[in-house]
């Protein structure tokens, strides 16, 4: 017998390990990352829980946008580095992710946001990101759907684009196992056990994995995770709206991902048709992942004033998703200093899905105890009691 237990009526369940190497909590795409790195790498024993299907958080309802146009020059790295792994992802594993290397556009309408774009632009080609400004009348070549008025300008980077969420985490998923991974699904962790300063085991509603590692890539819910451990991780879970309209006669193909900055209204290609979202100022924190329509106005004035094509569009689907936030709103990556052997790798706020290949390189890295392509010091959830935060102005 495998270690597939099969239970009257239902699908099947893999057994839970009564030990592992390394657990890694969560099942999205930074989860499966960080398990398929350390399986790859030959780390005996990986084992990942997840407390639904893979993908079911966070991931399953991103945009699926990925790139490498940020302020951060930490964002910019791991956008890079990501976006190398996205374009041999299929070689390596052997999964069609759909990447479609439109470039990402952002529309820029006042002074401020000019300046502060043309900086990023430097450092990202400092950094060999091929990003670039463009004038407005370039800004609607590439985007015919958007109005230049009141338009100053453009950064557009060729090389970003967007993919499938969900074939990236099982892409990873598959070939995690396929290393000697053992991926448990519907295993709710409760708790984490300790004795001093050092993790014993994890705790889940299906049994007890004695362990000396854990990975947290919990997103929404990582603070509970971290508290389990002692571990303070400041994130907020934050709702976030997508809509998905009928088809739309010749549409270009090549639609770059488009995102007026000031409103924070964005669109890229879904099928025939186009997923639409944008930012809720008077969204709350808190776990609800219902739809409502308390955004559509505002939506509807952000796309007369810089897509006015768009109104006419009906909308046919949407979806709610989990941004996790941190007061910064930009990623936790690291080890916990409180607890022997608590890694992490959260707090995203929504740009979680496009770094994590690069993210997964990292935690392996960390885990094995070398030094990873980049330094994540910065990025340790620690910094904020420092009172050294690290703020990522190109956020969506």
Do not use: K
């Not at 090549?254 to 409103?263: G, V, Y």
């Not at 609800?288 to 939506?299: F, Q, S, V």
């Not at 916990?336 to 390189?361: D, I, K, M, N, W």
Request: hydrophobic share 40%.
């Amino acid at each position: 017998m495998g270690d597939d237990l099969r239970p009257q009526n239902g699908p099947s369940v893999t057994a839970v390990p009564g030990r592992a190497g390394v657990v890694v909590i969560g099942g999205g795409v930074m989860g499966t990352s960080i398990a398929c790195h350390l399986a790859r790498a030959g780390v005996p024993d990986v084992v990942l829980v997840e407390r639904d299907e893979l993908a079911s958080g966070s991931t399953a309802r991103a945009a699926g946008g990925v790139r490498a146009q940020f302020s951060d020059e930490l964002n910019i790295q791991l956008g890079a580095r990501s976006l190398e792994a996205f374009a041999r992802f299929e070689e390596d594993t052997g999964h069609d992710i759909g990447l479609r290397r439109v470039g990402y556009l952002f529309l820029l309408s006042t002074p401020g946001e000019v300046e502060a774009f043309e900086a990023g632009v430097r450092l990202q080609n400092a950094l060999g990101v091929p990003s670039r400004m463009t004038d407005p009348a370039e800004a609607r070549r590439l985007a015919p759907l958007i109005t230049t008025d009141g338009l100053l300008a453009a950064a557009f980077s060729p090389d970003d684009g967007h993919c499938t969420p969900e074939a990236v985490v099982h892409g990873y998923a598959d070939t995690a196992r396929r290393h000697g991974a053992t991926i448990v699904r519907h295993c709710e962790v409760t708790g984490i056990e300790t004795r001093g300063d050092d993790i014993t085991a994890v705790v889940t509603r299906r049994g007890r994995i004695a362990t000396s590692t854990v990975v947290c890539a919990a997103g929404a819910w990582s603070r509970a995770v971290g508290a389990m451990a002692g571990v303070d991780l400041p994130v907020e879970p934050l709702r976030r709206q997508i809509a998905v309209t009928e088809p739309i006669p010749d549409l270009p193909p090549d639609l770059p991902m488009t995102i007026d900055f000031t409103s924070s209204l964005y669109f890229h290609t879904e099928g025939p048709g186009l997923l639409v979202g944008m930012s809720d100022p008077d969204e709350r924190p808190g776990f609800a992942t219902e739809t409502h329509d308390r955004w559509i106005p505002r939506l509807y004035e952000a796309m007369e004033r810089r897509a006015p094509t768009l109104l006419d569009v009906r909308r046919t689907g949407g979806w709610a998703g989990l941004y996790e936030i941190t007061p910064d709103h930009n990623a936790l990556i690291g080890e916990a200093a409180q607890v022997s052997r608590f890694l992490y790798a959260t707090g995203f706020s929504g740009h979680g899905f496009l770094q994590g290949p690069a993210v997964g390189e990292v935690v392996r890295d960390l885990y094995l105890g070398q030094d990873p392509f980049v330094d994540i010091t910065p990025l340790r959830a620690d910094r904020f009691a420092a009172d050294a935060p690290r703020p990522e102005v190109n956020l969506v």
